[in-house]
């Protein structure tokens, strides 16, 4: 496909900046959910690769669990009962026939160790509670988010990277986190990140000063956490998230396959990637070398100062082909990832081009007045009214439009963002985050505690 090449590609990079399953391969080559809930009169076996979580998720819970001991006497004593664990909620969801979607889920961020709170800690009943909250949801999908930081001393540009910062969670922390989701029913999805404290830095637009010194220690990472992956039972493992700048490039290509040769010589599960935009995943030189392909949905949908837009008019946002001025390939010309067909086009061309099962892997809609205007950032519409019917309405939009994606082909949704505490509560651990203002509170894109949560869940129990 032509890409369209335009002057705003910086704009959206800083924008981007701010927004920063158990699956079973059938012989015909298609993916399908195998879903492990005892509810769900569809659900089908779990691959064996796929259940190495059982033992680590017994011996990570185990420990915390009440053993009652057996006591006798000479005399007759009163009995006081044994504490009884609480029982783990399990997630429940529609039959196939009845959801709209094979994978439908939310997506984790962890923006520091703090927040995989130890059994310990005071915030752990409410990171639980977060946890649990999500079997209410009709999801059977859980992607998890964390960086590794580039080393100090290194500039944005950096290739050197340290796993041992407060960035980056533990090995037991990892561990601790997918065996609370898979505990409760959930597929799990790792996408890991790196990071650097420079505030112009985004993966979207990262240069590596060295790239062949990049490859070899960020598929070290990679390896590393590959391995965390196979032993905690991670169900899919993003070899690439976000990184536009070194997947398309066809002198690379080699290097992209050493490296996920390294990841699967020590991982069985999904290989999996999450790229950008669907321009960047139609482009990539390692498609062949995925299970499935997911992409990244951030798109300026109405024109600038149309702050409410109505659904319908949300709606044709997705399939609009015009190339009129405002029209929606005309509003989203932003440099080599512009776009020059309908967003839903461009997403079914994904796999169109790789033969494919596709998923949209991070996708969210801020509840600010105007945001379906400005790629849902708030950047510059700061001092716009929050609104849900906003939010709202782009949900609507969004699970009316994708009625045309060939479920074939199209597997599934994550919802950004799903917080491990409460976003309602503006005291709480995020209150000084300087993630809150576009993720969290009344103006962020968390629906928890807002009507789009509720929207969600009718819409995944297939109402």
């Known amino acids: 496909m032509h890409r369209a090449k335009a002057q705003a590609f910086s704009v959206f990079l800083f924008i981007l900046a701010l927004s920063s399953c158990v699956t079973i391969n059938n012989n015909d080559g298609s993916v399908e959910a195998a879903e492990s809930n005892s509810s769900n009169p569809d659900a089908i076996s779990v691959s064996p690769a796929a259940t190495q979580e059982s033992s680590t998720s017994t011996a990570l819970t185990s420990s915390t669990s009440p053993t009652a001991t057996a006591t006798?006497?000479?005399?007759?004593?009163?009995?006081?009962?044994?504490?009884?664990?609480?029982?783990?909620?399990?997630?429940?969801?529609?039959?196939?026939?009845?959801?709209?979607?094979?994978?439908?889920?939310?997506?984790?961020?962890?923006?520091?160790?703090?927040?995989?709170?130890?059994?310990?800690?005071?915030?752990?009943?409410?990171?639980?509670?977060?946890?649990?909250?999500?079997?209410?949801?009709?999801?059977?999908?859980?992607?998890?988010?964390?960086?590794?930081?580039?080393?100090?001393?290194?500039?944005?540009?950096?290739?050197?990277?340290?796993?041992?910062?407060?960035?980056?969670?533990?090995?037991?922390?990892?561990?601790?986190?997918?065996?609370?989701l898979k505990e409760r029913g959930f597929i799990v999805n790792l996408k890991l990140g790196f990071w650097h404290p420079d505030p112009k830095f985004t993966m979207a637009g990262y240069i590596p000063n060295d790239v062949d010194l990049w490859f070899t220690n960020w598929g070290e990472e990679l390896v590393h956490f590959a391995t965390l992956s196979e032993q905690a039972g991670v169900d899919a493992f993003d070899v690439a998230y976000e990184m536009a700048n070194l997947t398309t490039d066809q002198k690379y290509t080699a290097q992209w396959n050493t490296l996920i040769d390294g990841v699967e010589a020590v991982y069985n599960g999904q290989v999996t990637a999450n790229f950008l935009n669907p321009v960047e995943a139609q482009e990539a030189v390692f498609l062949n070398r995925l299970d499935t392909v997911m992409t990244s949905i951030f798109y300026k949908h109405?024109?600038?100062?149309?702050?409410?837009?109505?659904?319908?008019?949300?709606?044709?946002?997705?399939?609009?082909?015009?190339?009129?001025?405002?029209?929606?390939?005309?509003?989203?010309?932003?440099?080599?990832?512009?776009?020059?067909?309908?967003?839903?086009?461009?997403?079914?061309?994904?796999?169109?081009?790789?033969?494919?099962?596709?998923?949209?892997?991070?996708?969210?809609?801020?509840?600010?007045?105007?945001?379906?205007?400005?790629?849902?950032?708030?950047?510059?519409?700061?001092?716009?009214?929050?609104?849900?019917?906003?939010?709202?309405?782009?949900?609507?939009?969004?699970?009316?439009?994708?009625?045309?994606?060939?479920?074939?082909?199209?597997?599934?949704?994550?919802?950004?963002?799903?917080?491990?505490?409460?976003?309602?509560?503006?005291?709480?651990?995020?209150?000084?985050?300087?993630?809150?203002?576009?993720?969290?509170?009344?103006?962020?894109?968390?629906?928890?505690?807002?009507?789009?949560?509720?929207?969600?869940?009718?819409?995944?129990?297939?109402?």
């Open 72 to 180: 006798t006497t000479d005399t007759p004593a009163t009995t006081t009962p044994s504490p009884t664990a609480t029982p783990v909620p399990t997630t429940s969801f529609p039959s196939l026939d009845v959801r709209p979607f094979q994978n439908q889920g939310v997506a984790m961020q962890f923006w520091g160790r703090q927040w995989v709170p130890s059994a310990d800690d005071p915030l752990r009943a409410e990171f639980i509670e977060s946890l649990d909250l999500l079997t209410e949801m009709n999801i059977n999908y859980v992607s998890i988010h964390f960086n590794v930081q580039i080393g100090e001393g290194w500039g944005p540009n950096g290739v050197v990277f340290d796993r041992n910062t407060n960035v980056t969670l533990t090995d037991a922390q990892v561990y601790d986190l997918v065996a609370l």
């Open 302 to 463: 109405v024109a600038t100062g149309n702050n409410n837009p109505t659904v319908d008019e949300l709606v044709e946002s997705w399939t609009d082909t015009s190339t009129d001025l405002d029209s929606v390939i005309d509003l989203n010309r932003w440099g080599i990832w512009g776009i020059d067909d309908s967003i839903m086009n461009e997403i079914e061309a994904i796999h169109t081009i790789s033969g494919k099962p596709i998923m949209i892997g991070d996708m969210g809609f801020i509840s600010l007045d105007g945001a379906a205007s400005n790629w849902n950032s708030n950047f510059g519409i700061e001092t716009n009214p929050a609104s849900n019917d906003d939010q709202a309405d782009q949900y609507e939009a969004f699970f009316q439009a994708a009625r045309q994606l060939d479920r074939s082909w199209f597997k599934g949704v994550l919802f950004v963002t799903w917080f491990p505490f409460d976003s309602t509560n503006s005291t709480g651990p995020y209150a000084d985050s300087t993630y809150r203002t576009n993720d969290i509170g009344p103006r962020g894109r968390a629906f928890r505690g807002k009507p789009a949560e509720q929207l969600i869940i009718d819409k995944f129990g297939g109402r």
